[in-house]
């Protein structure tokens, strides 16, 4: 079900700056002038799939607004400044984004930003439930696995609660996930290949024996039955390789592009489950190196973190995959069949009443919950732990909303 729909995750990226995909979505984007913002803004004012682009935050939005104003494409931008101008930002909208609130710096995690994050997104959720209450609600601001149940509650407190409309942004999850398997699977490729590579091929006419059998029999084949021939260049090594490499692994299945690894769960630590079982194209590997791989997913923030030693958290990328699941929503919202993406929304899939699993966008938000699907039992036990963590963090989230004066 899942691959029959999922299309590569860079296809709607690669629409989005299609000029012949014109559609008229108006978006707001809230906190338009922290690190996410701003790059997040400026690939929507590149995309020809936005007509308008409404800007708000408490400081610096007019400078960024006439900044990307002077860019060359369709999209109408215009800065909000300050409380008083946030109504006039989200009228009219048909998709808000809001990765306002402060980033992650070292030694913090996403929970220790709730104090802070969960005070802001409430009150432009309120706005939003006021001024643009039939909008899909985009949330970036962590910890996610909060400030959506936060949003949920103060849309119902205002009486337009709709959960098909309200997601988590947890598509960062998935693009790490695509990235580091296609690098691990380079690596095994170069792995299998390494030993090959002072040694000159001999047995050519054991190459069509690759259809059925196994790549890794018949690299060893091959390597138990060379000798070197001096009369045979690398030139002539090369060219073999790379067709054991085409044949077997094809010739974009290590463009991460084409990657397909759905994220389940949450968006902090040990809720981030990677459904590398269902990737496509399948993959494969030893439980040390899946525990180790599943490892990285999870704590890939906090390696940007300690990677920018104090200068902020995840932006650059962040503001990609903000990107992607946007221009996903919007050509779901123009009727494009088959949109599929993974994002933390109100949920029957568990016993957590909020979820992430693969969704299928359609012009009202979200067509249909594709559920979990066959899991590992490595990825079961994933899913079992991660729950106490959840329900914590909803219910965190929840009574933040109910103790608001």
């Known amino acids: 079900m899942l691959s029959a729909l999922a299309r590569p995750a860079s296809a709607a990226l690669r629409r989005s700056f299609s000029t012949s ?69 989200l009228k009219g909208c048909d998709v808000v984004v809001i990765p306002a609130g402060v980033p992650r710096k070292p030694g913090m995690t996403r929970d220790d930003l709730f104090n802070t994050n969960a005070t802001i997104v409430a009150t432009l959720a309120a706005a939003c439930a006021q001024h643009c209450p039939e909008a899909m609600i985009c949330v970036i601001a962590n910890p996610v696995n909060s400030t959506i149940p936060i949003t949920s509650e103060v849309f119902k407190k205002h009486g337009v609660y709709n ?42 006419y054991l190459l069509p024996t690759l259809v059925e059998s196994s790549i890794h029999v018949f690299l060893e084949t091959l390597y138990h039955s060379v000798d070197a021939l001096g009369g045979v260049t690398s030139f002539m090594l090369t060219e073999l390789t790379d067709s054991v490499i085409k044949l077997h692994f094809g010739d974009q299945n290590l463009d991460p592009a084409r990657v397909n690894v759905p994220v389940i769960g949450g968006h902090a630590g040990k809720t981030i489950i990677p459904l590398i079982s269902q990737c496509t194209p399948k ?66 899939e568990t016993d957590c009443t909020y979820f992430s699993t693969p969704l299928l966008l359609g012009k009202k938000g979200i067509e249909k919950n594709l559920g979990i699907g066959k899991v590992s039992s490595f990825e079961e036990k994933m899913i079992a732990e991660a729950i106490p963590e959840l329900k914590a963090s909803i219910k965190k989230g929840e009574d933040f909303v109910k103790n608001m004066k």
């Open 21 to 89: 995909a014109q559609s008229n979505a108006k978006v707001a984007m809230l906190g338009a002038s922290g690190g996410i913002g701003q790059p997040l803004s400026l690939l929507l004012k590149n995309s020809p799939l936005v007509s308008r682009l409404t800007l708000y935050d408490i400081a610096h939005t007019p400078g960024v607004a006439a900044d990307l104003s002077h860019i060359e494409t369709r999209a109408n931008v215009k800065g909000y400044l300050g409380p008083e101008q946030l109504p006039d930002c």
């Open 163 to 204: 959960p098909s409309k309200i997601f988590g942004v947890t598509t960062l999850d998935i693009v790490r996930a695509n990235t580091f398997v296609a690098e691990l699977k380079a690596q095994k490729i170069a792995g299998h290949l390494g030993h090959l590579s002072r040694k000159f091929f001999k047995c050519f």
């Open 283 to 348: 993959v494969d590997f030893p439980q040390d190196q899946l525990t180790t791989l599943t490892g990285r997913i999870q704590e890939a923030g906090t390696e940007v973190v300690k990677a920018k030693a104090g200068a902020g958290s995840a932006t650059l990328s962040m503001a990609y995959a903000g990107a992607r699941f946007v221009f996903s929503l919007v050509d779901a919202m123009n009727g494009k069949e088959g949109v599929v993406e993974c994002s933390f929304v109100k949920s029957q």
